[in-house]
């Protein structure tokens, strides 16, 4: 079964204090992995999509990572504003739609 | 571009009535999702139209729900009768399916729907 776990459940940290979040998933012919960030309130908002082990994306402060098993989204030196929930979610094989992890919520201090 | 719009923004309804969700998906996209997030199972696909045909409805909990799409601007999200248990916030997405595999493109989401059921 197709399973997508992120971690942690929740990050806390100071401003300007760098970290990194988990995906792993266990799908068979992965089409595409995607970051999405999600404010209170609103709508989840594309960040990134990755194909193959190896690619890399950057976004301002943030840079995806893909391997075969796992995703990481690193952030560097966040700011409050990167405050919001982020999910991960993948397009198995002969699927249009994408299915989520439940996301890590982070939060950074000022 | 206004992006993918969903009608109404909260919803608050008495367990039996009838509740209806709009979504108008950005023009052009062709494939369109109904998810529903909680905070207990996170984002769950309901059912997804290609070319406004239903493709897979297998998220759909029960007979109590169903969807519809009678064009390529409008789908609706019904449940008949409602229940407590349905109280969940309810997202349209959309997505023009020959970019789906396009790098710089993501599925587009709405603001979403809050429902409560009392």
């Known amino acids: 079964e197709d399973q997508v776990t992120q971690s942690p459940e929740a990050l806390r940290l100071q401003e300007g204090e760098s970290s990194s979040l988990n995906c792993s998933y266990t799908?068979?012919?992965?089409?595409?992995l995607f970051w999405y960030r999600q404010d209170p309130g609103k709508g989840p908002e594309f960040l990134f999509t990755?194909?193959?082990a190896g690619e890399e994306k950057e976004k301002e402060r943030l840079k995806a990572t893909l391997t075969k098993k796992e995703s990481f989204l690193h952030i560097t030196a966040p700011k409050p504003e990167d405050s919001a929930t982020y999910l991960c979610?993948?397009?198995?094989?002969?699927?249009?739609?994408?299915?989520f992890g439940t996301g890590t919520r982070l939060t950074v201090i000022p | 571009d206004a992006g993918v719009i969903q009608s109404p923004r909260h919803e608050v309804t008495e367990m039996g009535q009838e509740v209806t969700l709009r979504c108008k998906p950005i023009?052009?996209?062709?494939?369109l999702f109904w998810y529903r997030q909680t905070m207990m199972r996170g984002l769950e696909l309901l059912i997804y139209?290609?070319?406004?045909?239903?493709?897979?409805d297998s998220g759909m909990p029960e007979d109590r729900f169903s969807a519809k799409m009678p064009n390529a601007s409008f789908s609706t999200l019904k449940i008949q009768p409602s229940e407590p248990r349905d109280s969940a916030v309810y997202f349209c997405?959309?997505?023009?399916?020959?970019?789906?595999?396009?790098?710089?493109?993501?599925?587009?989401f709405g603001s979403g729907t809050r429902l409560t059921v009392v």
């Open positions: 979610a993948v397009r198995a094989p002969g699927a249009n739609n994408l299915f």
């Open positions: 799908v068979s012919g992965l089409r595409g």
């Open positions: 990755l194909y193959s």
């Open positions: 023009s052009g996209h062709n494939s």
């Open positions: 139209f290609n070319n406004n045909v239903p493709i897979d």
């Open positions: 997405a959309s997505i023009l399916s020959q970019t789906a595999i396009n790098p710089n493109y993501g599925y587009t």
